[in-house]
């Protein structure tokens, strides 16, 4: 009895769960389709990717069928079969890593249906094309603009990310690649700190305190995306520090580095290009789809500084 | 003196030993840890572990655990920011989100005392509940800029009573409140008796159910009083605040001296493995310790005095 009631327990709650997710049926079935997966919709800043892509899809006659993965890297698989299902013409994947769609994927590749990934790579053959912001580069550039900025030099402060991953390597790597004096011998910027805020807001903000307790001489911090810059800003306003005239340099383009810039609590961030990776992966699938033109398989996007006009 | 007082005194002393020992050698390498901002600053980012590790002292020394202290931070934060985001005042929406907070370590507290599941499976079933429940409510958003009109909210982080940083005002005093509570009355014995035998616990009429759900509680209040600090200090709060809480929170327990099978253990001790592993994280900054050789060195010190604790109580 107890069992059978558990039984049913499972199932109410399978059901209202399938209640809960969203059903997308399109009323216009003319209309050519393009799934949009997403890997976490939760961080704010994917949303820009998400209606680039909406946006352009339409405009070019398509209907966009947006799918969330909540960052749970095993739902994104069955949401890819659940577009082939549904008879897409093009796929586009935010994936959430470089492997668990690999397979559903394939299904998709197999049926010719073009497959476009943005941000991050699938290990799969057969892609359209792969495109992702160019982090070495936006870190050089963020680099670059320092030194127009400080054409005298000054003391840096190096806020980095989780440690190990691509991001923190390409960012990291490319800033230094200007500013640290051991890697560029021109640099007349001296490397006062290091420390990990591992892209999150209290990390960086305790190590920041840290190192506010430590130098009374930092001229620059470079932290390696806006969520740290924004923890950063926080720990030398508790500080009573935001008089000294720190420089903080963020990454992404993040609504809240806008807001801070506004308010002269941040200097610059290093802006994500978004807006054009999401419009242009549906340029390509449209191109595709309507004479088979190929893209290039990998496509490198540049960073723009957030006071540059673009 | 004999061999056995010099133990004695050990296992009296020996995390005060430990967290000296750490001061001085940080201090020789950069006498810049040894400044009174520094300390306050140091305090000020303990108060957070400290106050969560002081909740999860209760549940370890009944012989449970939570692991939902982290998640429960978080809920507690983006319900505190949903409520300034939306015009409550800042003394209400702290004073709800707080009891909800307390009511999430009530609904641990149920679960492991009358439905009687293991401590470690209802917490991280909470856990991963309240991370999700989170998510929904906040959409993923985090809610910024929260102290701008909310002076008591910001007091929490920012403000100082006698120059003294307020968070740690909060931090010492529920200290003193729950070192009474643990050792003083009738409730905190009971909570050692629990830990050390529940049988005999039960047979000496202890009401078993009720300490145990009041220690979730306490860890729940605790963890929502976590909160709001941390939500005070980055003025926004962030939906996956507080992720991996849990385990510092039990590594300061554990450097304390409390016995991760209950019944053994102190606040006070807490506390010290509390400031030990803030001195630690804080420390590694001012020498200028890589990042890649932090973790480790954060790793080797725990097992140092986990180590040094055994062999002083044997």
């Not at chain 1, 999150?200 to 001489?217: G, I, Q, R, V």
């Not at chain 2, 709800?96 to 991280?124: H, R």
């Not at chain 2, 005999?200 to 220690?215: D, E, F, G, M």
Request: hydrophobic share 45%.
């Amino acid at each position: 009895m107890k069992k059978i009631t558990t039984l049913l327990l499972i199932m109410t709650l399978l059901f209202t769960m399938a209640g809960c997710g969203k059903t997308t049926t399109s009323n216009e079935n003319e209309k050519p389709k393009i799934a949009l997966l997403m890997a976490d919709l939760g961080n704010p800043y994917f949303h820009v990717l998400r209606d680039a892509v909406v946006n352009q899809g339409e405009e070019l006659g398509y209907e966009v069928l947006v799918y969330d993965g909540q960052n749970d890297a095993s739902k994104q698989p069955s949401q890819v079969e659940d577009a082939i299902q549904k008879g897409v013409n093009a796929i586009i994947i935010n994936p959430s890593d470089e492997s668990s769609t690999a397979n559903s994927l394939k299904d998709a590749i197999a049926q010719d249906i073009p497959v476009v990934t943005v941000d991050r790579s699938v290990d799969v053959d057969g892609i359209l094309s792969y495109l992702v912001t160019d982090n070495k580069k936006g870190g050089e550039l963020a680099g670059k603009w320092l030194e127009n900025k400080l054409p005298e030099g000054g003391n840096v402060v190096h806020i980095e990310g989780i440690i190990g991953t691509a991001p923190q390597r390409e960012r990291g790597g490319g800033f230094l690649s200007i500013v640290d004096p051991e890697k560029n011998s021109n640099s007349k910027f001296k490397i006062l700190d290091t420390a990990v805020g591992e892209f999150s807001m209290a990390p960086a903000e305790a190590a920041m305190s840290d190192l506010l307790a430590k130098h009374d001489d930092i001229d620059v911090v470079f932290t390696q995306n806006d969520t740290m810059a924004v923890g950063v800003a926080r720990a030398i306003e508790t500080a009573g520090r935001q008089d000294d005239g720190i420089i903080v340099i963020g990454f992404d383009g993040a609504k809240e580095a806008y807001d801070l810039i506004d308010q002269g609590k941040m200097a610059v961030t290093a802006v994500q290009d978004f807006k054009f990776i999401g419009s242009e992966s549906v340029k390509y699938v449209d191109a595709y789809l309507k004479d088979g033109t190929k893209p290039e398989p990998r496509v490198l996007v540049d960073v723009y500084m957030s006071d540059d006009k673009k | 003196m004999n061999m056995k007082k010099v133990g004695d005194i050990y296992k009296k002393f020996g995390t005060v030993f430990s967290l000296l020992i750490l001061v001085i050698i940080v201090t020789a390498m950069n006498p810049k840890f040894l400044t009174l901002y520094n300390i306050l600053n140091i305090f000020r980012q303990v108060s957070i572990n400290g106050l969560i590790a002081f909740g999860m002292t209760f549940v370890i020394l009944t012989g449970g655990i939570d692991l939902s202290v982290g998640s429960i931070l978080g809920l507690t934060g983006v319900i505190l920011g949903l409520m300034i985001k939306s015009g409550t005042p800042d003394v209400i929406a702290i004073l709800i989100a707080i009891v909800f907070g307390t009511m999430l370590g009530a609904i641990n507290g149920v679960l492991v005392s009358k439905i009687k599941l293991q401590p470690f499976i209802a917490t991280l079933a909470t856990m991963t509940m309240f991370r999700g429940i989170t998510m929904i409510i906040s959409d993923g958003i985090p809610f910024m800029g929260l102290t701008k009109n909310a002076p008591v909210l910001d007091y929490f982080s920012q403000g100082r009573f006698l120059k003294v940083p307020f968070p740690m005002i909060i931090f010492l005093l529920l200290l003193a409140v729950l070192l009474v509570l643990l050792q003083n009355t009738a409730f905190g014995r009971s909570v050692y008796a629990l830990g050390g035998n529940e049988e005999a616990a039960r047979l000496s009429s202890i009401p078993v159910i009720k300490v145990k759900t009041l220690v979730y509680v306490i860890s729940g209040f605790l963890s929502s009083l976590a909160a709001i600090i941390l939500t005070s200090r980055l003025s926004s709060s962030q939906p996956t605040a507080g992720m991996g809480f849990e385990l510092d929170a039990i590594a300061a327990v554990v450097i304390g001296g409390t016995s991760l099978s209950g019944g053994k253990g102190k606040i006070f001790g807490t506390f010290l493995g509390a400031l030990i592993i803030g001195v630690l994280n804080n420390g590694l900054n001012i020498i200028g310790v890589s990042a890649f050789y932090q973790q480790f060195i954060k790793g080797l010190v725990i097992l140092f005095a986990v180590i040094l604790d055994r062999k002083s109580t044997k």
